[in-house]
């Protein structure tokens, strides 16, 4: 039997890290992740909000390098959960518990805040800019300094 799964999303609202009454530290989040197929009423992607609990070293992690609106590539298992309301009504939850977590977002765009995402978990505001672009801008103007070898040389490299 396979249970495995594999997620990426940005997450709803700051991880919450708790401690169980033996002080293993768990981390709770949820991100929303867009469907790659099919589309809603007014012609937008749907988007499923998906649970996730972290334990130990994965939760202290989640917990310390993520926040609202970052995104994350979350591997695990799925699991169900057997839960009672408030009123004594049988519930069940579906839940991912992570085995790791991954950053989905460049390294620049954590450090910068990354203006170019809105608040809509998976939207761009139409820039023109991408982290891809500004990296290919930012190799090119560095290109740009490189010294030019003449094939007049005698073979001999300049260092």
Request: charged share 35%.
């Amino acid at each position: 039997m396979l249970n495995h799964i594999v997620l990426m999303g940005r997450l709803t609202r700051d991880p919450e890290l708790r401690y169980t009454s033996s002080n293993v530290p768990v981390a709770s989040f949820r991100i929303a992740v867009d469907r790659d197929f099919g589309r809603g009423e007014n012609g937008e992607k749907q988007t499923d909000f998906i649970d996730v609990v972290a334990w130990r070293q994965t939760g202290e992690f989640v917990s310390k390098y993520f926040a609202k609106g970052s995104m994350a590539v979350v591997s695990g298992r799925l699991q169900m959960r057997d839960w009672t309301d408030r009123d004594g009504n049988k519930r069940t939850s579906a839940e991912v518990v992570a085995d790791n977590v991954y950053f989905g977002d460049s390294k620049k765009a954590r450090d910068d805040g990354d203006s170019s995402y809105r608040g809509d978990f998976g939207s761009r505001q139409d820039s023109g800019r991408t982290p891809a672009r500004d990296s290919f801008e930012s190799a090119k103007s560095k290109a740009a300094s490189f010294q030019e070898i003449d094939d007049a040389d005698d073979g001999e490299l300049p260092f």
